[in-house]
């Protein structure tokens, strides 16, 4: 049995889908097992990018099954989108698998997601407005579609009939909104149903099928620890669990069948919509960063926000999902700064903190502690092995491996599959 999770450690954006692309090298599968449509992977192979949101970053490789497991927030129209746009680009199908437990975005979800975060004016989250959330909300209250409904056609045609006569009353009078129409929707669903039925399954009898074969098993996290439902800054938060955990819920295996854990972090730090961002440069710093790495969304277009690594966020993270190795990504668009600085501690009313405030209030009032420094100032893009690199970016990363308590595994020095130093040799 070789089984590993890939989680992101900040808030999203640090670069999963290139490590899981790259990990998936030694895969025979590749798990996504939360979020949804809101999830942007970008997945550089030979300077031509791939950018998924649905579908695991696995699919790059021919012969693999890529699964989408039963607590992903299902949109059947962008995952079709994604397969037709990807097999115009000569990749393999054949492998693709979907829950039958998985729960279906619908029309409904997608347009009252915008107009519930917009009626909350100043305090909105910041959605993407994809409807994962109302759609993890209705399977919460008991009334959602998931995908085994959906390919049975008059079962869904009943379930739809039922829920869009409650969601056109709370369009009207939550939000004076005109209703949906029922048979355009059956219509346009029934499609996608018809398109989609022979690629899905009972995922969680496959995927105890090939653990107890003894093939390889990538599951991928898509956002990240710090937008965890639980454990992140609630309520600028995404519906689901990122963390390691998601996993036996996400998918149906497990916990004692999980192997390892990757902790994908960014070389510093980014965050999309509201909420505190204790190390956030909103300065020639921020904008340097942003504009060096392309620090825009890959689902929204919306920019980034930016600022330096946040240590204490990493040692969190390492601490709710049991991070084995982490996996430094980005670290190539640092290479011309003078000075770097890392967040390694945080002071409260001169206090310093020993934990990530779940107060919002508290969180963004601490005072980061930083650490600097020298900068390398050379490109690392072409370097192989870790004793290659500048002594200056050596000392960052094993004071980041210090200060988290979480082993260097992987160096990414560039977005190209090969641009990858390891240092772990026992990941698979």
Request: some cysteine.
């Given at each position: 049995m070789s089984t590993v999770v890939v989680t992101g450690t900040q808030w999203g954006d640090e670069g999963k889908g290139?490590?899981?692309?790259?990990?998936?090298?030694?895969?025979?599968?590749?798990?996504r097992f939360q979020g949804g449509a809101n999830a942007g992977h970008t997945v550089v192979v030979d300077g031509e990018a791939y950018k998924l949101r649905l579908m695991p970053s696995g699919i790059l490789f021919k012969g693999s099954h890529c699964v989408v497991g039963n607590g992903v927030a299902f949109d059947p129209k962008v995952m079709l989108q994604e397969m037709d746009s990807l097999a115009s680009r000569g990749i393999d199908l054949s492998g693709i698998r979907i829950s039958n437990r998985a729960q279906?975005?619908?029309?409904?979800?997608?347009?009252?997601?915008?107009?519930?975060?917009?009626?909350?004016?100043?305090?909105?989250?910041?959605?993407?407005?994809?409807?994962?959330?109302p759609c993890y909300v209705d399977r919460d209250n008991r009334i959602g579609i998931r995908v085994c409904d959906l390919v049975e056609k008059e079962t869904f045609a009943q379930k739809l009939k039922e829920n869009l006569a409650v969601k056109n009353r709370e369009l009207a009078l939550?939000?004076?909104?005109?209703?949906?129409?029922?048979?355009?929707?059956?219509?346009?669903?029934?499609?996608?149903?018809?398109?989609?039925?022979?690629?899905?399954?009972?995922?969680?009898?496959?995927?105890?099928?090939?653990?107890?074969?003894?093939?390889?098993?990538?599951?991928?996290?898509?956002?990240?620890?710090m937008l965890d439902i639980d454990y992140g800054t609630y309520p600028y938060v995404t519906a689901s669990h990122p963390?390691?955990?998601?996993?036996?819920?996400?998918?149906?295996?497990?916990?004692q069948k999980i192997d390892k854990v990757i902790g994908i972090v960014k070389a510093y730090c980014t965050r999309v919509g509201e909420g505190p961002f204790p190390t956030e440069q909103l300065n020639e710093t921020g904008n340097r960063l942003r504009e060096i790495g392309h620090e825009y969304g890959v689902v929204t277009g919306?920019?980034?926000?930016?600022?330096?690594?946040?240590?204490?966020?990493?040692?969190?993270?390492?601490?709710?999902?049991?991070?084995?190795?982490?996996?430094?990504?980005?670290?190539?668009?640092l290479d011309d700064f003078d000075t770097i600085q890392m967040c390694t501690g945080y002071r409260y009313q001169g206090k310093l903190l020993n934990e990530i405030p779940a107060s919002l209030k508290v969180l963004s009032e601490v005072e980061p502690v930083y650490e600097t420094f020298a900068g390398w100032k050379t490109d690392i893009t072409k370097v192989?092995?870790?004793?290659?690199?500048?002594?200056?970016?050596?000392?960052?990363?094993?004071?980041?491996?210090?200060?988290?308590?979480?082993?260097?595994?992987?160096?990414?020095?560039?977005p190209n599959r090969d641009?990858?130093?390891?240092?772990a040799n026992d990941i698979f």
């Open positions: 290139k490590i899981v692309d790259y990990l998936a090298q030694q895969a025979d599968t590749v798990v279906v975005v619908l029309p409904y979800h997608r347009l009252m997601d915008g107009l519930g975060d917009e009626a909350r004016g100043k305090n909105k989250v910041g959605t993407t407005k994809n409807g994962i959330g939550l939000y004076d909104h005109a209703p949906l129409d029922y048979d355009e929707i059956l219509k346009e669903y029934e499609g996608y149903a018809d398109r989609l039925r022979p690629y899905v399954c009972d995922t969680i009898a496959l995927l105890d099928e090939e653990i107890k074969a003894g093939r390889k098993i990538l599951f991928e996290g898509a956002q990240a620890t963390v390691s955990g998601g996993v036996g819920v996400g998918c149906g295996v497990a916990p919306r920019p980034r926000r930016t600022g330096w690594l946040d240590a204490c966020v990493v040692r969190y993270a390492g601490i709710l999902s049991g991070i084995d190795y982490m996996a430094v990504t980005r670290l190539d668009i192989r092995k870790y004793e290659d690199l500048p002594k200056e970016a050596r000392v960052y990363l094993e004071r980041m491996a210090e200060v988290t308590g979480i082993r260097l595994g992987i160096v990414s020095v560039g641009e990858t130093i390891v240092l």
